[in-house]
């Protein structure tokens, strides 16, 4: 069944992806104001800049969803011990440093457009980026901690889950581009919703299918490992 889910997933994260830029740059509205009493433009109006919006706030959405993923999967192998917990956790992680990575990429692009700098170390940001360290971190554990890699690695992954609640919290600050009370859903107008939810879908279809494969891929290799070391007892390998 899997092996004939990814594809179909693939194909949909595609044909969804095409609809996603399409919309984005050519259905979506620009981001503009203007002040009622003067008549001129809202100094704060973002214009182009702000389809960004429609593949940070996604790809952040896609990186939550990874991360509560890898915790609690994490969580309940150290109760467990099952394997099957852990390499759904390890799957997670390696998807999401990625989307990690792209949010950081198109923050610093946002960061730009409404704040003229790359980078600003407020408590959002910076606490993104811990984020992203610390799904960073959990890949060089479990490459090079030796045989209580699986161990650390779970206990990374629930402290980052702990971290994403903070993470979210902070989007009323108002230094924050997404500021506005209740963030940046709540402000979309009509004709952007529609395309925005239409991206987190798209992403989210290619994060199902991401972390299915890298399932798969993680599987193997520890049953490999496995293998390995009953030949080893067995005196099969040397």
């Excluded at 998807?95 to 692009?109: E, K, M, N, R």
């Excluded at 408590?123 to 610390?134: G, Q």
């Excluded at 206990?155 to 997404?178: E, K, L, N, R, T």
Aim: hydrophobic share 55%; proline share 3%; glycine share 8%.
């Amino acid at each position: 069944m899997k092996n004939k889910l990814i594809p179909i997933l693939c194909v949909l994260a595609a044909i969804g992806f095409v609809a996603s830029v399409y919309s984005v740059f050519f259905v979506a509205p620009l981001d503009f104001e203007v002040d009622k009493v003067t008549g001129h433009l809202n100094g704060s109006s973002l214009f182009f800049n702000q389809k960004i919006v429609y593949f940070h706030v996604a790809h952040a959405m896609v990186l939550f969803t990874s991360v509560f993923v890898a915790g609690i999967a994490s969580a309940l192998y150290l109760r467990t011990r099952k394997p099957g917990y852990d390499d759904v956790a390890s799957a997670a992680v390696d998807v999401a440093v990625v989307f990690g990575a792209a949010v950081l990429a198109t923050g610093s692009i946002w960061a730009k457009a409404a704040w003229g700098v790359w980078w600003n170390w407020e408590p959002r940001l910076t606490m993104s980026l811990l984020l992203w360290l610390i799904l960073v971190g959990y890949v060089l554990v479990r490459r090079f901690a030796g045989p209580s890699a699986d161990r650390v690695a779970a206990g990374m992954a629930i402290f980052g889950m702990v971290g994403v609640p903070f993470i979210y919290a902070m989007v009323g600050q108002d230094s924050h581009p997404a500021s506005g009370g209740n963030g940046v859903v709540a402000t979309l107008k009509p004709g952007e919703r529609g395309v925005f939810w239409l991206s987190v879908a798209t992403f989210m279809l290619w994060f199902v299918a991401l972390v299915i494969m890298r399932l798969q891929s993680t599987r193997a290799e520890r049953e490999l490992r496995e293998m390995r070391e009953r030949g080893l007892d067995l005196g099969v390998l040397s």
